[in-house]
């Protein structure tokens, strides 16, 4: 299987990485992946290495590193870094809790409101429509 994935056209490449080939020339752009030599004559050629480059990218999305914190992470990435990756971390982590509290209020705020509605009778303006209207 490694020979597989050796000597790759940018086309095999994005396959086997999992995403299209706008990405890694958007990726290469964006400095987040080596543009590699072009033989004299030749198409450029990508291998292992670059796979598992875009696809720690790709896990980094996931967990919701901006492409600029992806960068400061792959400057890191020879494992001798450990508390500065942790410190990037940790801000993603506060700004992950920060979202899951509004996500708790947005919720309670739609809960009562969808209660309203389902308490409502005849010809009463309903609820949610109204608080939408900043009723």
């Known amino acids: 299987m490694k020979e597989d994935l050796e000597n790759l056209t ?4 994005a396959k086997a990485a999992g995403v299209n080939v706008e990405t890694i020339r958007f990726y290469q752009r964006k400095g987040l992946l080596l543009e590699p030599d072009r033989p004299y004559g030749s198409i450029r050629r990508y291998g292992e290495v670059d796979v598992a480059r875009v696809k720690f990218v790709k896990s980094a999305q996931r967990l919701g590193f901006s492409l600029d914190e992806i960068g400061e992470l792959l400057k890191l990435e020879d494992g001798t870094h450990c ?11 506060a700004d992950v809790r920060a979202r899951l509290a509004d996500l ?3 919720e309670m705020v739609l809960s009562k409101l969808v209660s309203e509605c389902c308490a409502q009778q005849g010809h009463v303006s309903c609820p949610l429509i109204d ?4 009723g």
């Open 10 to 13: 940018i086309g095999a490449f």
């Open 104 to 106: 708790a209020r947005m």
């Open 131 to 134: 608080a939408l209207h900043g």
């Open 83 to 93: 508390s500065e990756a942790a410190e990037l971390a940790a801000v993603r982590l």
